[in-house]
């Protein structure tokens, strides 16, 4: 039977979109923005005068090669240049994985609160999604690998993971790693892995460049604050980079993001610097939370998860109301399977508080306010 219009390869009306964050309200009052986690420092100086720069020269294509920035990214962590791929966004490397070893009969492994580009990167291009159960909101590796057959051709982790905050330490990445058939590629997402502080995490670098099969990627949009510029990059074996490389646009990234994207990374005291208001700052919304009776899960990135409790009364749906009504915005998880919990990005000093005085509002209105006398950093 024929149609009236074009029809798209089987599988793809299956696939749920990707919704961000909410934005904005209705309104022209101040949004407090903490769906997206988005750094509330802006970028580097450096970054946006590179930028600027750039500006001069629009009348010309980018160096389709991105050589500038991936010179940039080898200096800062001593790794073979040949072997970092650039990116429109980790999200395109991610599917152009994806689009270069996955196919009708193939399968390919995430986690249950695993990132939601991961299943669209899979279906999109006809293989099939295998979700792996967490615990405690934690990658577990042993039901990642009761997950695995004949026909897996990836795995992918998220390592801190979003939304949970959660991560694995590196011993337990290569043990995944080991026990996986040298076929299957392990994909280590390391979005939030500039915010980690702890002794036994490793973001993937070293066992990319022990293995043939494992690649890492990485993104500028969170702690370097250029994520309207969209610049992820990955390193990968020389031959996933060179399949990667076949196939990826010729000009995928522009000048003025490669331009940014160099001088970023080169500051990096204004990493540093946001790193520490990170920390801080999310030590102090999990205690006040937990204060007001919510479970918050440990994390490690940019943002804390946090839960309502169970019942009609005080959900996060009614918390998410009431908040949107003080012009706060936080991210609804329902399409993570966390319907009882809201993601609260750490945003500016003021935006933590102003968001735990109306969260307090919202629990316990008789509570005082939270204010520096609660214990609140005084040099956010």
Known sequence: ??????????????????????????????VIKLSSNETPFGASPKAITAYKLAANELQFYPD?????????????????????????????L?????NAYLGPGDEAIYTKHGFLVYPIAIMANGATPVVAHETNFTTDVDAILAKVSPQTKMVFIANPNNPTGTYIPFDEVQRLHKSLPKHTILVLDGAYAEYVYANDYEAGIELVASSNNVVMTRTFSKIYGLASLRIGWAYCPPAIADVLNRIRGPFNLSAPAIKAGAAAIK?????????????????WVTKQCQDLGLNVTPSVGNFVLIHFPDGRQRTAHQADDFLISKRIVLRRLDSYHLANALRMTIGSADECRATLEALTQFMDPDRPRPDENRSAPQNG
């Not at 090669?65 to 966004?89: F, H, K, P």
């Open 64 to 92: 389709g090669a991105s050589l500038e920035l991936r010179q940039a990214i080898s200096e800062r962590y001593g790794l073979n240049v040949d072997r970092i791929l650039c990116g429109a966004g980790s999200d395109e």
């Open 267 to 283: 500051d990096q005291q204004f990493v540093e610097e946001a790193r520490a208001h990170t920390r801080i700052w999310r030590q």
């Open 94 to 98: 991610l599917s152009l994985l994806a």
């Open 1 to 30: 039977m024929t149609s009236d219009q074009p029809t798209p390869k089987p599988g793809i009306f299956d696939i749920d979109p990707y919704v961000p964050g909410k934005s904005t309200l209705p309104g022209t009052q101040t």
